[in-house]
């Protein structure tokens, strides 16, 4: 038990630094690269092909398995920004603010995705491309919250301000989150708009692509972060030694 | 409480600016009732070092120790002994004079009287400009305005940011003659300033130099 | 300390009286705008006033931040306040002092804009006159400061910030989404004739959660501008 926690803070340690970091990464990219492929063959041919069509709503319904993978992934992004925002406030960890601030564009495309994509869906489903649904109008949301961080982060000249501002933006909203999506929900069921997203349990023969799909689309993300980290490194990295010899 | 020795001592400070390192793991000891004139070009770190020693800039190594505790420590007591003097004057143009420095002294808990600010005043040769407010006053007014805190205020630690720029002689000497009398009473002078000062006895002087940046002391 | 911090603040607000009565002009003035947008027609404006009162609410309070700390940002009295005060007394006062001069004044105008937005409007005379303009009132009274501590946040964020015109709105806009659901729902729920209790005690709710957490992200906030 000692020895694992003890392991755990040494690895933990190591990603602080952006040397082991960026040696240690560009083992891992092709590994990853190659299971994401294979997830997404097997998810998309799943879903594409080997699912069943929505009694109710055809084909479209397929539009489900982008959608939903980008819908948990925009949430789950906006999380690590807050905890890579706690770390680097607390332990005054680099590469945690670098973690973050190369989180942030891709949890907003990931939102952006939902976002298209809900309202490709709701071409068929409801007529119109947008209803002020629940969970639509809660990404829309989260959205902005994105916008705003990087935002915020981009309009300062000096680095350390704009990583420590912006991570103080990243936790508010955090903790604002549940509660917008509380307060959206509670006033959709109020104004008794459709909900045509509110699905009862899911078909099973649904439910294996969507979770392999949800599985490539954490790849994915996480390969992207990794991408982004690692030329955040070379960005500030410029001066160090390591980093001139490792490009040279 | 006072009666403790008051040193500031600086162990393994690193600061930086934008991504530069200033000044890297540097060791610095302020002993009670010393002066201390902190020189080198600019953009050597001056500033920065002083904002780092008030706690305004964070550092990325090292740590500060007041009264032998951290100066985050409430019973360092920092915050009440400290008084930082920076480029920009700190007051507010809507403000009197007096209401300006009635404000700041009330924020070490000393009630200052009008009687008080009026000596200060006097000896600077603002007494008869008291009413005013702030912005009506011109810049030498106004800088006389913020040395007249040092006077009113119960501090142990001065950290003056080029207190004698754009000083007439008489002021320059009511200031040196002040920072005497104040390390006299043990308090602790750090200041920065491009020239050498006639009459004021300077116990410390550190370098900060640009390249290496490398200090000494 | 705190009572002295407050002073100032209040003390600088009525050097600035019109620049502090400016957010409240815009306020009244917002609101005016609606009948020549949409209808002068009372049973409508009367639908619209919840959502339209809260919105020129939200957009006031956004605009007046700018007097509590920008000044004190620019010469340099906020590092001053930091280094002899804690970060969060400091931003405690100022939002305190901030509500107080611009939050609480517009709750005390907001009847004039029922009475413009015809608000307590009644098509059936015979009923009682409804009067629905203390629980706007209320619902702005327990609205007003948690917008005044978020916009604080963003504020404070902001400070060190290059370009900052839009960016507070940008940043803070999207967390006021709850107190205006809510907000505009307490008064909705009093037009509909039906309870408006819980929306209140949701209001109430926030404010709280606001009040307990927000102060030391502005502190926080404030450090890092001045550093």
Redesign the interface.
């Known amino acids: 038990m000692a020895n694992s926690s003890k392991s755990f803070w040494r690895w933990f340690h190591q990603l602080g630094s952006p040397k082991w970091f960026y040696q240690k990464s560009a083992k891992w990219l092709p590994w990853l690269w190659a299971i994401t492929a294979i997830l997404f063959v097997f998810g998309l041919y799943f879903s594409l092909y080997a699912s069943p069509v929505d009694y109710q709503q055809g084909n479209s319904v397929r539009i489900m398995y982008i959608h939903v993978p980008a819908a948990v992934l925009s949430m789950v992004g906006y999380l690590a920004m807050a905890v890579c925002a706690v770390i680097g406030l607390v332990w005054k960890m680099k590469m945690s603010f670098m973690a973050m601030r190369a989180i942030a564009p891709i949890g907003a495309v990931f939102t952006f995705i939902c976002l298209f994509t809900g309202s490709m869906w709701g071409i068929p489903t409801w007529g119109t491309w947008w209803e002020w649904d629940a969970r639509m109008t809660s990404e829309l949301v989260l959205l902005f919250l994105y916008l705003g961080f990087i935002a915020l982060h981009s309009s300062f000249s000096d680095r350390n301000k704009a990583d420590r501002s912006a991570a103080i933006l990243a936790i508010v909203g955090a903790i604002n989150v549940p509660i917008i999506y509380g307060s959206v929900k509670w006033w959709n069921t109020l104004h008794q708009a459709y909900s045509v997203t509110k699905k009862g349990a899911i078909d099973p023969q649904m439910q294996t692509p969507l979770f392999i799909m949800i599985g490539a689309f954490y790849l994915l993300f996480v390969i992207l972060v990794i991408v982004r980290l690692r030329l955040e490194v070379i960005n500030r990295e410029t001066k160090s030694k390591w980093l001139q010899e490792e490009l040279a | 409480m006072s009666s403790k020795n008051s040193n500031l001592e600086v162990k393994g400070l690193t600061i930086?600016?934008?991504?530069q390192v200033l000044l890297e793991s540097i060791d610095l000891s302020f002993t009670s009732g010393t002066i201390t004139h902190l020189f080198g070009e600019n953009g050597a770190g001056k500033t920065s070092l002083m904002?780092a020693l008030?706690?305004?800039?964070?550092q990325d190594a090292g740590q500060v120790f007041w009264r032998g505790f951290k100066t985050s420590h409430p019973e360092a007591n920092f915050?009440?002994d400290?008084l930082?003097l920076?480029?920009?004057?700190?007051?507010?143009?809507?403000?009197s004079i007096a209401?300006n420095l009635q404000?700041?002294a009330?924020?070490?808990?000393k009630a200052v009287s009008l009687s008080e600010i009026k000596t200060v005043a006097s000896e600077l040769r603002i007494e008869s400009l008291l009413e005013r407010h702030f912005a009506e006053l011109s810049a030498g007014q106004q800088h006389k305005v913020s040395l007249s805190r040092l006077v009113l205020e119960n501090a142990k630690l001065w950290i003056l940011d080029e207190p004698f720029v754009n000083l007439d002689s008489q002021t320059r000497d009511w200031l040196s003659h002040k920072m005497m009398d104040f390390a006299a009473k043990s308090g602790v002078v750090i200041f920065t300033s491009h020239q050498a000062i006639d009459g004021l006895k300077i116990h410390q002087k550190i370098s900060l130099t640009h390249d290496e940046d490398e200090v000494m002391a | 300390m705190f009572v002295t911090l407050l002073k100032r603040e209040l003390m600088l607000a009525r050097r600035n009286w019109v620049a502090i009565l400016i957010p409240l002009f815009f306020f009244i003035m917002v609101v005016s705008l609606f009948p020549f947008a949409v209808s002068p027609e009372a049973e409508f404006l009367q639908q619209i006033a919840p959502g339209v009162i809260w919105v020129a609410a939200l957009l006031a309070t956004l605009l007046s931040l700018d007097l509590f700390y920008r000044g004190d940002y620019q010469d340099g009295s906020l590092e001053q306040l930091l280094i002899m005060a804690s970060p969060t007394q400091v931003a405690f006062s100022k939002v305190l002092a901030h509500w107080l001069v611009t939050g609480l004044p517009l709750v005390l105008v907001s009847p004039l804009l029922a009475g413009l937005m015809h608000l307590n409007y009644a098509p059936d005379r015979e009923l009682l006159d409804p009067n629905h303009t203390p629980v706007m009132m209320l619902s702005l009274l327990l609205g007003t400061p948690t917008l005044c501590l978020l916009g604080a946040v963003g504020m404070s964020l902001s400070l060190g910030a290059s370009r900052n015109g839009m960016l507070v709105a940008v940043m803070i806009l999207p967390l006021y989404v709850p107190i205006l659901i809510f907000g505009s729902a307490v008064i909705t729920a009093s037009l509909a004739n039906s309870g408006y209790n819980a929306q209140l005690a949701i209001l109430g709710a926030i404010l709280l959660f606001a009040l307990v957490l927000t102060p030391f992200a502005i502190g926080r906030a404030l450090k890092v501008a001045v550093s």
Do not use: I, T, V, W
Not at chain 2, 54 to 58: C, I, K, M, R, S
Not at chain 2, 86 to 95: C, T
């Open positions: 930086s600016r934008n991504e904002r008030a706690g305004l800039l964070n915050s009440n400290l930082f920076a480029h920009n004057l700190a007051m507010k143009h809507e403000l209401e404000f700041y009330a924020l070490r808990g």
